[in-house]
Nanobody, 121 residues
Framework: QVQMVESGGGSVQAGGSLRLSCAVS????????MAWFRQAPGKEREGIAR????????YYDPSVNGRFTISQDNAKKTVYLQMNSLKPGDTAMYYC??????????????WGQGTQVTVSS
């Protein structure tokens, strides 16, 4: 069974920073590409950052490129999302997931509860 437990969300003012964490229970963590998604009220879930199995190659949606950084700790089976220069438009529920490499397609039909990020102007 695959489980994701996201944490680290909160309320910050525009320009602030947050670091999200995602603890992952996958037997072969180091063999999965991982990604962060977000879903704002009334909008579809969108992929914003992903990282390859080696934890080296990353890809970012243009909306967060240069402000967010994805990383992972294979020993801890944890994926991180460092978010800097936050904007009100970043307000959303944030989720992590294992994905098919180079895509936003989830490898498993399993999502955590997410962590809420709220950015005020």
């Amino acid at each position: 069974q695959v489980q994701m437990v996201e944490s680290g969300g909160g309320s910050v003012q525009a320009g602030g920073s947050l670091r999200l964490s995602c603890a992952v229970s996958i037997y072969s963590f180091g063999k999965n590409c991982m990604a962060w998604f977000r879903q704002a009220p009334g909008k579809e879930r969108e992929g914003i950052a992903r990282i390859d199995t080696a934890g080296v190659t990353t890809y970012y949606d243009p909306s967060v490129n240069g402000r967010f950084t994805i990383s992972q700790d294979n020993a801890k089976k944890t994926v991180y999302l460092q978010m800097n220069s936050l904007k009100p438009g970043d307000t959303a529920m944030y989720y992590c997931a294992a994905v098919l490499c180079d895509t936003w397609a989830a490898s498993y039909n399993s999502w955590g509860q997410g962590t809420q990020v709220t950015v005020s102007s």
